[in-house]
């Protein structure tokens, strides 16, 4: 996988509002998607995925929208809480490649949350 | 059900010197990759293994290495330490690999190097 490390760009969201961080996938044959979260000083965590047969997955107070027309996935965080401060960055990969190698990693949306 | 541990959690070296990092996936998982997190590249990819075998590397010096024993716990080397590699070094374990199996991470190591 290869992910680009630049300047992480920032969404500061007010507790409770709701959240939507975005990501720009850059492999038209990728098919399955990931979200992590990645909290400081901790490894990335795993929030919720959504295969390209899907235009829309909830989970806990997340939604991931696919849209795969323009390569472009949000995900959706509710009631946003000082818990979810943390970079979120998705994932693409193609299903039916056999390695980890060819996951591609996005750089992440930093979310501060405001009191 | 556990998660992937890493080994040790931090972690200060002196150039030239080598370092061992340890992983233990989540049980039943048989993927293990290896990534290099720094704050001006993002996730790098360095290897992955299955079934203790090498699938993949990435654009990585010979100095990193690694290996993967039959209980598919893994093992990250890295020789002749440099300055540059100071990083936080994620483990990550899935069922098959990447195919649609998420992979999930460990907490990671925290590498300096002085």
């Known amino acids: 996988g290869e992910s680009v490390g630049l300047h992480l760009p920032t969404l500061s969201v007010q507790e409770g509002d709701n959240s939507i961080i975005n990501c720009a996938y850059s492999?038209?044959?990728?098919?399955?998607f990931i979200w992590y979260k990645q909290e400081s000083g901790k490894g990335p965590q795993f929030i919720i995925d959504?295969?390209?047969?899907?235009d829309k997955r909830q989970g806990q107070r997340v939604t991931v929208l696919l849209n795969k027309t323009v390569k472009h996935l949000s995900l959706q965080i509710a009631a946003t809480q000082p818990g979810d401060s943390a970079v979120y960055f998705c994932?693409?990969?193609?299903?039916?490649?056999?390695?980890?190698?060819?996951?591609?990693f996005g750089s992440g949306t930093r979310l501060s949350i405001r009191p | 059900k556990a998660g992937v541990t890493q080994t040790p959690r931090y972690l200060i070296k002196t150039r030239g010197q080598q370092v061992t990092l340890s992983c233990s996936p989540i049980?039943?998982?048989?993927?293990v990759s290896w990534y290099q997190q720094t704050p001006g590249q993002g996730l790098q990819f360095l290897f992955e293994?299955?079934?203790?075998?090498?699938?993949n590397k990435g654009n990585f010096p010979g100095r990193f290495s690694g290996r993967q024993f039959s209980n598919s716990r893994s093992e990250m080397n890295v020789s002749t330490l440099e300055l540059g590699d100071s990083a936080l070094y994620l483990c990550?374990?899935?069922?098959?690999?990447?195919?649609?199996?998420?992979?999930?991470f460990g907490e990671g190591s925290w590498l300096t190097v002085v």
């Open positions: 990550a374990s899935s069922l098959a690999g990447g195919t649609g199996n998420t992979i999930y």
């Open positions: 492999n038209s044959a990728s098919d399955y």
């Open positions: 293994y299955f079934s203790e075998t090498q699938r």
């Open positions: 049980s039943g998982h048989r993927s």
């Open positions: 994932a693409e990969n193609i299903l039916g490649y056999s390695s980890a190698s060819k996951i591609i």
């Open positions: 959504i295969r390209s047969n899907m």
